[in-house]
């Protein structure tokens, strides 16, 4: 399965460099920049499993992205963003409602995003599609819990005291949006979804977990302007 993945997000990162080389079809040069915000709905893949819930928290950055040529009726370009990303889980379990736990994981991420689009060049609405793979680098935790989880046994909790053993993140993202274009800029409207293929913790043969990596469910808002085009 994580072979599949890689070969398609060195796919998607090939077409993400093909899209700043002159092309086949009507040549575009039209560089944008902006801002982005929004909200994460987090969770953890742990293998073992472990009963979790989801985890909102605030993602922000700034944008640049150059369309490089329209192809029949798409529009083709590349994005490249830096984000700040707060991630992580949350525990709770519906028979024990006073065990609680949460892990808020700061990372700054970096995407690498074939950008397509189908509509208005000029005013108007674009639908528009972004895939490729993405970085992160973690930057620091933070945890909440309650007190008497020594007092119940049949839990997994191996995760609760563990340290983020890797630091560098990678996967691969996409999502879809709408965009407005008028005359002072452009507003996006994007839904968005990271699998990880790294793992947090260590996870060779003789770590407790096997598996501890992240999905994130992004909605985002964004505004660019035109630097040239």
Not at 45 to 50: A, D, H, K, L, W
Not at 82 to 91: A, D, K, V
Request: glycine share 10%.
């Amino acid at each position: 399965m994580k072979i599949k993945i890689l070969l398609i997000t060195l796919l998607l990162g090939t077409c993400w460099a093909n899209n700043i080389q002159a092309q086949v079809g009507e040549q575009r040069y039209n560089f944008s920049v902006g801002v982005n915000g929004g909200v994460n709905l987090n969770s953890v893949s742990f293998q073992p499993t472990v009963s979790k819930g989801t985890l909102m928290g605030p993602t922000m950055g700034v944008m640049a992205r150059y369309i490089s040529e329209k192809y029949f009726g798409m529009i083709c370009g590349a994005q490249l963003e830096i984000n700040y990303s707060q991630q992580g889980w949350t525990e709770s379990y519906q028979d024990y409602p006073e065990l609680a736990y949460t892990r808020k994981m700061n990372y700054i991420n970096i995407p690498f995003l074939a950008h397509l689009a189908f509509g208005k060049e000029k005013y108007g609405l674009q639908f528009f599609i972004n895939a490729g793979p993405q970085i992160g680098f973690f930057l620091s935790d933070s945890y909440t819990q309650s007190d008497n989880w020594g007092d119940y046994s049949g839990f997994v909790v191996e995760q609760h005291d563990a340290p983020v053993d890797n630091r560098f993140d990678y996967g691969i993202t996409g999502g879809a949006g709408v965009e407005l274009r008028t005359k002072i800029g452009h507003f996006q409207v994007e839904g968005r979804y990271y699998y990880a293929l790294s793992d947090f913790y260590s996870t060779t043969k003789k770590d407790y977990f096997s598996r501890a990596a992240h999905g994130v469910i992004s909605v985002k808002v964004a505004y660019l302007f035109d630097v040239f085009k």
